[in-house]
């Protein structure tokens, strides 16, 4: 948690057949993650870079506290980087 | 031995039965094969001919590199389409071109099981596979075995995850899949997962060799393909057809109206043609630049007096109602997109919102299950939307065509068990 990564970049995303529309990712990650008309969430699938601290704090915060525990961020290792 | 560049090639000998084992070895020539089923493979560039069109090398190739010893190949004839009747006429003519196939791959790729998975629902099918499997396990006790499955028809059932999850002894429903193409599991066996066509082909591929299997089609998609045509037919036909035959010719050897209102291609998942596309080559090379597929080989004509729109809301509806229920945005999406449809097809003031609103839905939608089933609808909606569109606008205005008024209907949709199950909360 407490090296900040400073290449690469992430994406957050759902399990569907998990997830049971509680809503919580979108409390926590608001900056990210937003709920469609019937609760279940739709993330944005632009990749955020590593180094956005905020975005991947909050992010956490939404693996972390779903209730289903559906969510999973994603690594997207630079193509250059090893 | 069939010569190359003739029809039929997979439905070669049909008579009323299904062709016996000594039958298939005399209509397609004893036991020679080629010496190198792998490379002949790689060679023919055969496409999956399950829907998807992935090239069944590769997906070879991502088995074979698999390590473990229990491997499985999983022969699927589950037909989940209502308008398909390719996979019941070609066991029901050659099973032994599908069981053979099944059983090259089973030694490309190591496998020591066969699954053999046909609808219970259709009694005859089951009969005759059964029929098949217990003759090649009395002539020969050797090679891999085979196994008949009869997992309950369901439109997603299907679904090779699906199929899969079945056969692991869960519930037959699509599994979410972090990475794809990914590869499937029965136990701790990876599981090659082929359509029936498929295997067939792969059949005549290590007998005849790729040269002859490439004599037909054309060189994006190279052999021949079973088409199911319904629709505004005399009756419902099954053609084995060279691949990039137009859409035109195929439509009049099936005795079909050859002047259709729309052609609805590669099945409930697929995607409408206004008939400027009927002189289009019904492959997936020429098909796939216009952003179309062939799909699971479903061409479905629809008459001139039908209303385009009616049909598709009864596919739609039927479509949301075979959804599995498992992600939210299926769930509750695709009733709402039925719903929406119908506000269309009412008219008025409401139907214009609904319009709006359908789009939008569509679009927060999209590829948000974690199979493909709700993407095939919405692809079918917008299709819809866009080869009615001047019927939409008549609709729109109020006046709704004929087609809509008249209780004529030409899509087979099986009826919904429970309707008042459609919006599930």
């Given at each position: 948690m407490g090296v900040i990564r400073r290449h690469g970049q992430f994406v957050i995303r759902v399990n569907p057949i998990l997830c049971d529309g509680f809503g919580h990712c979108a409390e926590l990650a608001p900056e990210i993650i937003h709920l469609d008309e019937w609760g279940y969430p739709v993330i944005d699938p632009e990749p955020i870079p590593l180094a956005d601290v905020g975005a991947l704090t909050s992010a956490r915060y939404a693996e972390r506290g779903c209730p289903r525990q559906a969510l999973f961020i994603e690594r997207i290792p630079e193509p250059g980087a090893r | 031995m069939i010569p190359p560049r003739t029809l039929p090639r997979l439905f070669a000998g049909a008579g009323e039965r299904p062709n016996s084992l000594t039958q298939h070895l005399d209509i397609f020539g004893g036991n020679s094969r080629v010496e190198d089923p792998y490379a002949e493979l790689q060679g023919s560039g055969l496409l999956g001919r399950g829907g998807a069109g992935f090239p069944t090398a590769k997906k070879v190739e991502l088995l074979r590199t698999q390590r473990g010893?229990?491997?499985?190949?999983?022969?699927?004839?589950?037909?989940?389409?209502?308008?398909?009747?390719?996979?019941f006429r070609l066991l029901s003519t050659n099973p032994h071109l599908v069981l053979e196939g099944a059983?090259?791959?089973?030694?490309?790729?190591?496998?020591?099981?066969?699954?053999?998975?046909?609808?219970?629902?259709?009694p005859t099918l089951v009969n005759h596979v059964e029929r098949a499997v217990h003759e090649r396990a009395r002539q020969n006790s050797r090679g891999p075995?085979?196994?008949?499955?009869?997992?309950?028809?369901?439109?997603?059932?299907?679904?090779?995850?699906?199929?899969?999850?079945?056969?692991?002894?869960?519930?037959?429903?699509?599994?979410?899949?972090?990475?794809?193409?990914?590869?499937?599991?029965?136990?701790?066996?990876?599981?090659?997962?082929?359509?029936?066509?498929?295997?067939?082909?792969?059949?005549?591929?290590?007998?005849?060799?790729?040269?002859?299997?490439?004599?037909?089609?054309?060189?994006?998609?190279?052999?021949?393909t079973v088409v199911s045509?319904?629709?505004?037919?005399?009756?419902?036909?099954?053609?084995?057809?060279?691949?990039?035959?137009?859409?035109?010719?195929?439509?009049?050897?099936?005795?079909?109206?050859?002047?259709?209102?729309?052609?609805?291609?590669?099945?409930?998942?697929?995607?409408?043609v206004g008939p400027e596309m009927l002189d289009a080559p019904y492959a997936n090379d020429a098909l796939g630049q216009a952003g179309l597929s062939i799909g699971a080989g479903i061409v479905v004509a629809l008459p001139r007096q039908a209303c385009g729109l009616v049909e598709s809301h009864r596919v739609v509806r039927w479509m949301a109602h075979e959804s599995a229920r498992q992600c939210g945005p299926c769930a509750f999406g695709l009733p709402a997109i039925a719903d929406d449809l119908a506000h269309v097809i009412?008219?008025?003031?409401?139907?214009?919102?609904?319009?709006?609103?359908?789009?939008?839905?569509?679009?927060?939608?999209?590829?948000?299950?974690?199979?493909?089933?709700?993407?095939?609808?919405?692809?079918?909606?917008?299709?819809?939307?866009?080869?009615?569109?001047?019927?939409?606008?008549?609709?729109?205005?109020?006046?709704?065509?004929?087609?809509?008024?008249?209780?004529?209907?030409?899509?087979?949709?099986?009826?919904?068990?429970?309707?008042?199950?459609?919006?599930w909360e």
């Open positions: - | 010893h229990h491997k499985f190949v999983v022969v699927n004839a589950m037909e989940g389409e209502p308008a398909a009747h390719k996979d059983e090259v791959l089973a030694r490309l790729i190591g496998a020591d099981r066969i699954a053999i998975c046909v609808a219970r629902d259709n075995a085979i196994d008949l499955h009869t997992p309950p028809w369901r439109y997603i059932a299907g679904e090779e995850s699906a199929l899969v999850n079945w056969l692991d002894g869960r519930e037959s429903l699509p599994q979410f899949r972090r990475h794809k193409p990914s590869i499937l599991h029965i136990g701790r066996g990876a599981a090659l997962v082929d359509n029936a066509e498929t295997c067939a082909n792969v059949a005549l591929i290590a007998r005849y060799g790729a040269q002859w299997f490439r004599s037909l089609g054309t060189s994006g998609h190279p052999g021949s045509i319904t629709g505004a037919v005399v009756q419902p036909t099954v053609l084995e057809v060279n691949v990039g035959t137009t859409l035109r010719a195929i439509l009049e050897s099936a005795r079909a109206d050859t002047s259709p209102q729309a052609v609805l291609l590669g099945g409930y998942g697929g995607l409408w009412r008219g008025g003031r409401d139907g214009v919102s609904a319009r709006t609103r359908l789009e939008e839905r569509c679009a927060s939608v999209e590829g948000r299950g974690a199979c493909r089933h709700p993407d095939g609808v919405i692809r079918f909606v917008r299709s819809a939307l866009a080869v009615f569109s001047a019927d939409l606008d008549h609709h729109l205005a109020g006046a709704p065509c004929a087609g809509a008024r008249d209780r004529q209907r030409y899509l087979a949709v099986p009826s919904l068990e429970k309707e008042e199950e459609l919006v």
